[in-house]
C-alpha cells in the first residue's frame, strides 16, 4: 500500500492524480481505466477540498493498494472533516433533460457507475471513502 497527505486544496489536485496514476503505470493499467480513474479522483478530491473543512483548511490522506488475481486497484481517500456519506444522496434522475435536473449530484453518479465497488464509514474522527476497481480488461466474446 502507498499513501500521500496532502492539503485538502483544489490547487493539490494535480500532485494526487500523478500519484495515482504513477502506481497506475507501474501495473501497466491500461489507459482506458486509467482516464476513468482519473475521472474518480478528480471528482472525489475536489470535493473533500470543496466541502469537507468549514473553515476550508485540511488534511487529505489517498491510499492506492493493489490486489492481485483479478489485478484490482482499492483506492482509499480520508480526511478529517465534517462527516459526510456521498453514497447517501439519491441518485439523479438522468432520463430528465439538464434543464429539469436540480444542479449536483451527478460527479458521484460517475463515480459509482465506473467503479465496481464504494463504500464509506465514518470512524475515529474521519470521512474514510473506499473504492475499487478491477484493473484487467475483461476479453470480448465473438
Sequence with gaps: ??????????EKLYEVQTFVDGELERVACPMK???QIDLVV???????????????????MVRVEFLEEPLTITLCFLDGGEPYDPLAKEDPDVTLSAED?????????LVKKIMDDIQYEYKDGRNILTLKKQLVLKDKKS
Excluded: H, T, V, W
Design 1 to 10: 500500500m502507498k499513501e500521500i497527505e496532502i492539503e485538502a486544496k483544489a
Design 33 to 35: 481505466i486509467q482516464n
Design 42 to 60: 478528480e471528482e472525489i478530491f475536489i470535493n473533500i477540498a470543496s466541502y469537507a473543512y468549514a473553515p476550508p483548511g485540511g488534511k487529505a
Design 101 to 109: 435536473r436540480p444542479i449536483g449530484g451527478l460527479g458521484i453518479f
